[in-house]
């Protein structure tokens, strides 16, 4: 008998104090917050309002806290209350699952990341997220993206049952004004850092950072991407050949769709130097 493909769907628990609320207990405060109604909350998950009640005490003895308060409309939830079920409505939005392809990138493989899609997403079917290669790789492996171009090649030992092509070459940027770093939040950091201490040099990492051009006037030594540098407009001179720091950005997936495909096809075509 041929095996089915398991069907897979994430599933929302919140913790409250030392309690876990379960999803259909977060679904009972959901429909209470929206309606502001026993009776309207009652009706629209499908129960009757005697058992919305128990839900609605189960809930609060599992919180410790009253959740609720009583109106001249009804009895709708309290601060806390609506604080849980809003954490409940954002956390359900970020799981839930996208209707086309979603891609991770980092502000420096954006600009190729954007031309990759016009050339291979025609129906603007893709979504586009961009944060940090630690951030990506947390939604990539909770199954939220489907293709994440990673700055950082070490991150490959760290994945497994995934595909990965190399995409484009990129190089870091040496600049040196002392044992004092500056780290950073995106590119191949660790390529640098690895590189001092194979070179036996001391540093000091005393600051992170997400602007380059603060970084730049921070006093402090750094690395920074060659590519970034330049599409800025910074004036950056390495104190170590560049050509030492050379490194791959690859596209990580799980499974070769059609669009993954003409995703990963682009890519490779506009990404010879990010």
Request: glycine residues 8%.
């Amino acid at each position: 008998m041929p095996s089915r493909e398991l069907r897979l769907e994430p599933a929302i628990a919140l913790k409250v104090g030392k309690a876990t609320l379960t999803t259909r207990q977060l679904e009972v405060l959901q429909a209470v917050y929206e309606e502001g109604s026993q009776n309207r909350a009652a009706a629209r998950l499908g129960i009757a309002v005697p058992v919305l009640n128990r839900y609605l005490g189960q809930i609060e003895a599992k919180a410790g806290t009253g959740l609720l308060v009583t109106t001249p409309r009804g009895t709708t939830l309290n601060e806390e209350g609506e604080r849980i079920a809003l954490e409940y409505i954002a956390l359900s939005k970020r799981v839930a699952p996208a209707a086309g392809t979603v891609v991770g990138g980092t502000v420096i493989t954006e600009e190729m990341l954007l031309r990759a899609m016009t050339a291979a997403d025609h129906e603007g079917g893709c979504d586009l997220i961009i944060s940090d290669d630690q951030r990506n790789l947390k939604d990539f492996r909770a199954g939220l993206m489907d293709l994440v171009v990673l700055d950082d090649p070490l991150y490959l030992f760290d994945l497994d049952g995934v595909e990965w092509q190399e995409v484009a070459t990129d190089r870091l940027l040496h600049v040196d004004r002392g044992p004092r770093y500056a780290r950073w939040a995106y590119g191949a950091q660790r390529i640098g850092f690895r590189h001092l201490e194979s070179a036996g040099t001391e540093h000091e990492i005393v600051r992170h950072f997400r602007s380059p051009e603060m970084m730049l006037a921070s006093g402090l030594s750094f690395f920074i991407n060659e590519s970034l540098a330049l599409r800025r407009g910074l004036k950056v001179r390495s104190d170590t050949d560049p050509a030492k720091l050379t490194h791959q950005i690859n596209a990580v997936y799980r499974k070769e769709t059609p669009q993954v495909r003409k995703l990963v096809s682009a890519l490779r075509k506009v990404g010879h130097r990010v």
